[in-house]
């Protein structure tokens, strides 16, 4: 019994150094205004959730547009020059890539973006899961 509880607060102390990965891996970048039309809702204003925290979707996510108004919990994992804030942030999908071929998997808002790199227009790595 005390051997499985030393097992147990090793795998915790480890995990913590670790950083388990629980969700997807993508990559992401920011994208520039203007954000309207989407292709979610258009021309609304309304769809721009508060503090203006939302995405633009690769073809992967996208589901046929059934990612519209999605709910993702995201934080950066790496990039280049170490441009990663910690925490995480949620955000909301207003929109499908409009680039062809799409830059990354997910493209973040201006303020998105700001919230989870140090750098403009770097390309990162980012976990991220549906809520």
Known sequence: MVLIAITIIVVSLLSNEIGFV????????????????????????????????FVSVSEGLWDNGA????????????GNNKPCKDGTIDVRVVDFCRKSPC????????DAF??????????????????
Not at 67 to 78: E, N
Not at 116 to 130: D, F, G, H, L, R
């Open 22 to 53: 629980l969700g997807d891996i993508g990559t992401a970048t920011s994208y520039e205004p203007p954000y309207l039309p989407t292709k979610c809702n258009g021309n609304r204003q309304d769809q721009f959730p508060p503090g203006n925290l």
């Open 67 to 78: 990612a519209c108004g999605r709910r993702y919990r995201l934080r950066c994992l790496s």
């Open 103 to 110: 830059p990354s998997t997910i493209l973040l808002s201006n």
């Open 114 to 131: 700001s919230s989870v790199s140090c750098s403009s227009s770097a390309k990162i790595n980012v976990e991220y899961i549906q809520i």
